[in-house]
């Protein structure tokens, strides 16, 4: 059974850095595509970055590339998204995400199998 927990979240002022992780389990994740997406209130969840545990270039929104950076460690199963400069924009609950297939875009919310429990995210102006 496929398990992610994330966790990270917290209260951050503007300019400022968070860590997100997402320990996986259940599975060996090596051929997967994880994700990261976010869902503020009253807005759909929406894609934040990607990339495949197996290692090549990762995909990031446009609002937050060069500021949000996905990484993974592979001896502890673990998927992190480093949080740079953020906004208060960025105040959501974000969640990690896994699938084996993706049959059309890292982004599309609709291509991942697995969900983590969600973190919230707080950014405060």
């Known amino acids: 059974q496929v398990q992610l927990d994330a966790s990270g979240g917290g209260l951050v002022q503007t300019g400022g850095s968070l860590t997100l992780s997402c320990a996986a389990s259940?599975?060996?994740?090596?051929?997967?595509?994880m994700g990261w997406f976010r869902q503020a209130p009253g807005k759909e969840r929406e894609f934040v970055a990607a990339r495949r545990w197996s290692g090549g270039y990762p995909l990031y929104s446009e609002s937050v590339n060069g500021r949000f950076t996905i990484s993974r460690d592979n001896t502890k199963d673990t998927v992190f998204l480093q949080m740079n400069s953020l906004k208060p924009e960025d105040t959501a609950v974000y969640y990690c995400?896994?699938?084996?297939?993706?049959?059309?875009?890292?982004?599309?919310?609709?291509?991942?199998?697995?969900w983590g429990q969600g973190t919230q995210v707080t950014v405060s102006s």
């Open positions: 995400a896994a699938t084996r297939v993706v049959r059309s875009s890292w982004r599309d919310v609709e291509q991942y199998n697995y």
């Open positions: 259940g599975r060996t994740f090596s051929t997967y595509t």
